[in-house]
């Protein structure tokens, strides 16, 4: 409230959007000028929705007639639905994936007819859709309040005029930066920095997809090459694991003395 009352751009990092929906329910409580910083992807605002949800129906009226402050920034129906001109709705309107940068639209001639090929124009209802409420009011809010990887969200280009990531905008706009537990934002950058591969326990494990293929590929289920496949996994997990602990080999988290760079060249 101190930094808000002294005209202070302060960014809260917090470790979940949940943490951050909180404060900010407290501080607009208060009168504070917040903003909510969240991703904009589809995956991302589908989990944030599925939260909400479990959320509201966590207490005894299972959701009905409940809300939460926030809700109103966590929007996923996009606005441009209803001026949808298919009149047999044979195509389902992308509600997850609107074309908010791709409006195709034809422009005018100087006689007034309109012209054979159509232009693409940023939506004109960006200034009232509520699925964009979140970005819209972060460009005249002086409290940001987020998550460290949402930071990583292009800036949409109806709210600026320069192409850049909310970690830029931060870098050059903010007098202050406050991270909480600042070895789990860590931790989330660097998880989003090295890529992974489950082996094996999920739908997206690599034995999964081996199984599937070989089922697809043979047209029904089959035992001899699920044996197959599993004896692979259990091939290439020993030589991971032999890689990991051979001698005189960089490994991650080793005390190899040499790393070696492609064809073999020490780095």
């Not at 109103?72 to 044979?90: I, K, N, S």
């Not at 699925?131 to 292009?154: C, N, Y």
């Not at 920095?193 to 997809?209: C, R």
Request: glycine share 10%.
């Amino acid at each position: 409230m101190w930094l808000d009352k002294h005209d202070y751009r302060t960014a809260v990092l917090l470790p979940s959007i949940e943490m951050s929906l909180n404060l900010l329910g407290d501080l607009r409580f208060y009168g504070a000028d917040v903003g909510l910083l969240v991703g904009q992807s589809p995956e991302t605002r589908i989990n944030h929705a599925h939260k909400l949800a479990e959320r509201l129906g966590a207490d005894e009226s299972r959701g009905f007639g409940r809300s939460v402050a926030g809700a109103d920034l966590l929007g996923l129906t996009c606005a441009l639905a209803a001026f949808d001109t298919d009149p047999e709705g044979h195509d389902e309107f992308p509600h997850l994936t609107p074309p908010c940068n791709q409006v195709l639209q034809r422009g005018l001639k100087k006689v007034g007819r309109p012209k054979q090929n159509e232009s693409k124009h940023l939506c004109a209802l960006s200034g009232v859709c509520g699925r964009m409420k979140a970005p819209r009011e972060l460009a005249h809010r002086r409290i940001w309040l987020g998550h460290v990887l949402s930071m990583d969200t292009r800036i949409s280009p109806h709210f600026a005029d320069e192409q850049m990531r909310y970690f830029e905008a931060v870098a050059m706009t903010c007098d202050l930066v406050i991270v909480d537990e600042a070895d789990g934002a860590q931790a989330a950058l660097d998880r989003k920095a090295i890529s992974s591969l489950d082996l094996t326990g999920s739908e997206e494990s690599y034995e999964h997809h081996l199984v599937a293929r070989s089922v697809l590929a043979n047209g029904g289920w089959s035992k001899r090459h699920d044996r197959q496949q599993r004896a692979e996994l259990q091939r290439c997990c020993v030589g991971l694991r032999q890689a990991e602990s051979r001698p005189g080999q960089y490994a991650p988290g080793g005390s190899s003395p040499e790393r070696r760079g492609g064809c073999g060249r020490p780095l």
